[in-house]
């Protein structure tokens, strides 16, 4: 037996990856048992638990890896620091003590932080090799283009190469400071949002705006070469030298300073979203025609941050030279941790890897699970009233019945997702077809109010009526956006239209209905779609074949289960203090449901409070 677990750590979002004879065991991010977002801590408790899932011990590990190469990363800064001194005096001198300190003590604190007993040999892989390997050993593909893209590893942030079998070659690194990733990232700064984790609102607001800003980036910003590969004029940013990702010549460039994180979103900024949007996809389709060319394969896997740009991938779909896509689902630095173990166990120790036609993520559901008796214990000892279903097919009943009548339901079955999105394991369920449920969903339980709608989950076999999928085609990471079909639509007549798109206030266009299911359709008739299948997640087919009965719908919402500003929960305790914190109806855990109604009497607003203040704003 060969045990193999996969680190990464100290930057953003830590996780740990156990891969044994090949196999993916488990996989975990840190902040969902610390309960910090993005922590990007030693994952000891993640690593705990890998092990924990497997019945080992760290001196059962044969060879620990570290998703990225410490001292390449630290030579980057020195020079970085060097090319723009002295005006980059303030960043370097914030982030050399904590290198110096940390980040070159790395093996230390490595072997440190897994505990006691570890013989394990020590690995460090190269950052955007993790990426690359995360993308393609997990896929369905004997063979595949690679693409990975993020802000920066340790040189890189872009690489491009090719899988065969069970080796991977990187052909192509494109080098800091230009960086498709770190773009974006100075767009979403500049809109108020939060570098690392609000690229995803930005993208949500490109369908308000349109992009005529675009030759004004292409012009001045970046140059876009024909390759795909991008030179940015780093006049306009201040990555390298400063603590923010934008420069005065930048805001100048766009006519103000950077929008404040609490302040009015205008339509300048919609039209900005809408503009580096557009730049991406092109970079990203430039790119792709240019590895198409190179490798000629019919198949890409793409990883790496700006891998969960899911319009940007649905276009490459539909539009790309590629027969097919996969996209490793913890296409974030976390999923480093899983590509740096498969490296090992491929490219360093050369065994076999073996093609199925289906992937090896395993739906990517590869956290705790909790079953139906610990769960009714740790709610026995907690003295909380609940309802155990007499078998799954009385479950999935009432749950419709719940959701059929607007319900909201927190859905906690199986095991746990790896990576930032819910598949359907840990998420909120709602009906899609009521105009009410994205203003209620986000009010009751995200305590927000979003211009974005939320993301279906649909029916596998029932996608491609549904959505711009072709026949068997599917999504089952949530990491394509397809357009809601005509037939499902609502027209608008013209009047409303031209009303509405100089509404204001982004949640009146939102929550005009566009099609029968509006909950989740974009204003540009768009969805997040991940489909469900009977083998990656059989409970939730039979939920939504049963609400498909009784409603003719296949189709629901799905948002992470987690109140804004927390990480996603993990464990019944998270998930009945959610209950507890916000106004869902019902939380479904395997076989049994609690109703909050009989659980009201036990909210204590003070600690209520404490729950939720604990969780920055995101
Ligand atoms: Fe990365």
Redesign the pocket.
Known sequence: MTVILGISAFYHDSAAALVVDGDIVAAAQEERFTRKKHDPSFPTLAIDYCLREAGLSPKDIDHVVFYEKPMRKFERLLETYVGYAPSGFKSFAMAMPVWLREKLSQPKAIRRGIGDGLRASLVFTD?HES?AASAFFPSPFEEAAILTL??V?EWGTTAVGVGRGNKITLTRELQFPHSLGLLYSAFTYYCGFKVNSGEYKLMGLAPYGRPIYRDLITKHLVDLKPDGSLWMDMQYFNYCEGLTMTGPKFHELFGGEPRNPESKIEQRHMDLAASIQSVTEEAMMAMARDVHRETGMRNLVLA??VALNCVANGRLLREGPFDDIWIQPAA??AG?ALGAALFVWHQLLDKPRVTTGRDHQKGSLLGPRYTTAEVCEWLDDMGVPYHRAADPRELIEQVVDLLVDEKIIGWFQGRMEFGPRALGARSFLGDPRSPRMQATMNLKIKFRESFRPFAPIVLESEASRWFGLEPGQSSPYMLLVAPVRDEHRVPIDEATEITMSSDPDLRNRVNIPRSVIPAVTHVDYSARVQTVDEERNPRLTALLTEFDRRTGCPVLVNTSFNVRGEPIVCSPEDAYRCLLATEMDALVMEDVIVLKKDVSDRVDAAERERHLAQFQLD
Request: net charge negative; aromatic share 0%.
């Open positions: 950052h990426h993020d802000g590893g790496g941050g974030g630095d480093g």
